[in-house]
């Protein structure tokens, strides 16, 4: 873990899979830094064979991922 992390919303955009169709999803975090993240093997919440979109910190960032994906 990072020494000391930014306490600002993360949040991932993702896809389940591969696959033209696949649903996407949104997944916030608010205790890990993007680092801890980045860094990590597996991530929980987002399944192994996931697809990551789009990633970034704040609040208003989160509204326009839900905006632009409909979720």
Do not use: W
């Amino acid at each position: 873990m990072a020494e000391a992390y930014h306490k600002d919303l993360v949040t991932i955009v993702f896809k389940t899979s591969t696959r033209s169709n696949a649903k996407c999803k949104i997944k916030s975090f608010r205790n890990k830094s993007i680092d801890d993240i980045l860094n990590a093997k597996r991530i929980i919440g987002i399944p192994e064979n996931a697809v990551i979109l789009e990633m970034g910190m704040g609040i208003q960032l989160e509204q326009q991922y839900r905006k632009k994906y409909n979720l």
